[in-house]
């Protein structure tokens, strides 16, 4: 399978609790933040995005936090359930420039 | 829909050769990236084209070139490779100017 991944930060969760991952970003221009999750071997899915004038973003199961005072992201995934067990990375777009800049990453095991 | 195809899937070169990635989206999105993923190093972004019929660095452009071939199709190409390419690439599309960025399945690349 995939070698992606062998040194990110791990984060450990027991299945059914809640999981809380964290990114900081860098330009503080960037208009959309957005969450992706990459399973082993496949390229990474969009999970949630939010728009830069927003603080907080709910879809099914998961939350996004957006603070811009500290250039801080977070991913709240409810009731976590083995399916969850991925790397998940941050990524911020600027529209001055159309990039997407990914962050390093963190893995997230879920035990049972 | 297909989404975002991309070829080969796999490839092993030697030092000193050249090859093409191929990539083509059919979800008539303006723009297009390729990033390169390393392990523990999350997704670096080599090129990207914003709209049809222009071209940017991203992060890593050096060893690499690109074209824009038309709105479905973006190719990456190494002159002359080296061990340091080895890595996996993702191609992605996105609509400009909103979160979400649509990847492909990735192409594993090995450089002896």
């Known amino acids: 399978g995939e070698s992606v991944g062998l040194h990110l930060p791990t984060l450990s969760v027991q299945e059914g609790d809640n999981s809380i991952i964290n990114c900081a970003y860098s330009?503080?221009?960037?208009?959309?933040f957005i969450w992706y999750k990459q399973e082993s071997g496949k390229g990474p899915q969009f999970i949630i995005d939010i728009r830069s004038n927003m603080d907080k973003r709910q879809g099914q199961r998961v939350t996004v936090l957006l603070n811009k005072t500290v250039k801080h992201l977070s991913l709240q995934i409810a009731a976590t359930q083995p399916g969850d067990s991925a790397v998940y990375f941050c990524?911020?777009?600027?529209?001055?420039?159309?990039?997407?800049?990914f962050g390093t990453g963190t893995r997230l095991k879920v035990l049972a | 829909n297909a989404g975002v195809t991309q070829t080969p899937k796999f490839q092993v070169l030697k030092t000193g050769q050249s090859m093409t990635l191929q990539c083509a989206q059919d979800?008539?999105?303006?723009?297009m990236y390729w990033y390169r993923q390393d392990p523990g190093m999350g997704l670096r972004l080599i090129y990207y084209s914003a709209s049809e019929g222009t071209t940017d660095k991203g992060e890593v452009p050096n060893g690499y070139n690109v074209s824009r071939l038309n709105k479905r199709e973006f190719s990456l190409r190494l002159e002359s490779a080296a061990p340091s390419q080895t890595s996996v690439y993702f191609c992605?599309?996105?609509?400009?100017?909103?979160?979400?960025?649509?990847f492909g399945e990735g192409s594993r690349l090995t450089v002896l």
């Open positions: 330009n503080s221009a960037s208009d959309y």
């Open positions: 992605a599309s996105s609509e400009g100017g909103t979160g979400e960025l649509f």
């Open positions: 990524a911020e777009f600027y529209s001055g420039t159309y990039k997407y800049i």
């Open positions: 979800m008539n999105h303006n723009s």
